[in-house]
């Protein structure tokens, strides 16, 4: 779809105005706010970190191209939340594991959570595990949703496995893993309860394990 492209081309360029006037023509034609995030900004923000990594573009340009997502994005949250009534929010302890410094995708997991009526606490990256147990503790959310860009972070991701059944904390919250080098299969052997390859299967999966409609494909672990 042309329109998905011309979003993501927006995100890309850093064009906030482009960003809120695409989103609203998308709901003008009736396009679902949660896809158009997924197909159109959001790609446009992958293309924004894979340019950073790849060292082609620097952190001001990141900032100015996320601003632009989000203010985009705030068109789709409004008609969003708009349709949720007095629906009780469910809560997500958000936050990339420790060690891994990588949170693009993070943050777009956390914006499409949000539009789709979540709360979400988010804790940044590099989180080591204490920080989310005392999190659990104080927040008591819903669900918590974890990522790895690495292999070499993603070994902390069992430690927090282990540290919430330890608390005794781990059946009183669903988990749910992502990132790049995360597979379903190692998410489920590990006891995760969920996993989401992308943005929007996070939305389903976390939808899932919260009790709300909504599955699809990435309810693999």
């Known amino acids: 779809m042309d329109l998905f492209k011309e979003m993501a081309k927006a995100v890309i360029e850093g064009d906030e105005e482009q960003t809120v006037s695409l989103a609203k023509e998308a709901l003008a034609k009736g396009v679902d706010p949660t896809e158009a995030i997924e197909k159109g900004f ?5 293309e924004i970190g894979r340019l950073f990594e790849t060292l082609e573009i620097f952190l001001p340009q ?4 996320a601003e632009a997502m989000t203010a985009g994005v705030e068109i789709f949250r409004h008609y969003l939340l708009g349709k949720e009534g007095d629906i009780p929010k469910k ?6 594991i420790q060690g891994d410094v990588h949170d693009i995708g993070k943050n777009i997991v956390k914006i ?3 539009s789709n009526g979540f709360k979400v606490y988010d804790l940044g990256r590099d989180v080591p595990v204490s920080n989310f147990i005392e999190k659990v503790k104080e ?5 918590i949703g974890v990522s790895a860009l690495m292999t070499t972070t993603m070994v902390h991701m069992p430690k927090l496995m282990e540290a919430l059944q330890e608390s005794g904390l781990r059946t009183k919250v669903k988990i749910m893993l992502g990132g790049a080098p995360v597979l379903p299969e190692w998410a489920k052997k590990i006891g995760a309860d969920g996993y989401g390859e ?3 299967e996070a939305v389903r999966v976390a939808k899932r ?3 709300l409609q909504g599955e699809g494909k990435g309810d693999k672990a």
Do not use: Q
């Not at 990141?62 to 191209?65: D, P």
């Not at 927040?139 to 669900?143: G, Q, V, Y």
């Open 42 to 46: 959001a790609e446009g923000m992958k």
């Open 62 to 65: 990141v900032i100015i191209s």
């Open 91 to 96: 809560t997500v302890l958000l936050g990339t």
């Open 112 to 114: 499409m959570l949000e």
């Open 139 to 143: 927040l008591n959310p819903d669900l």
């Open 198 to 200: 992308s943005a929007m």
């Open 209 to 211: 394990l919260v009790g």
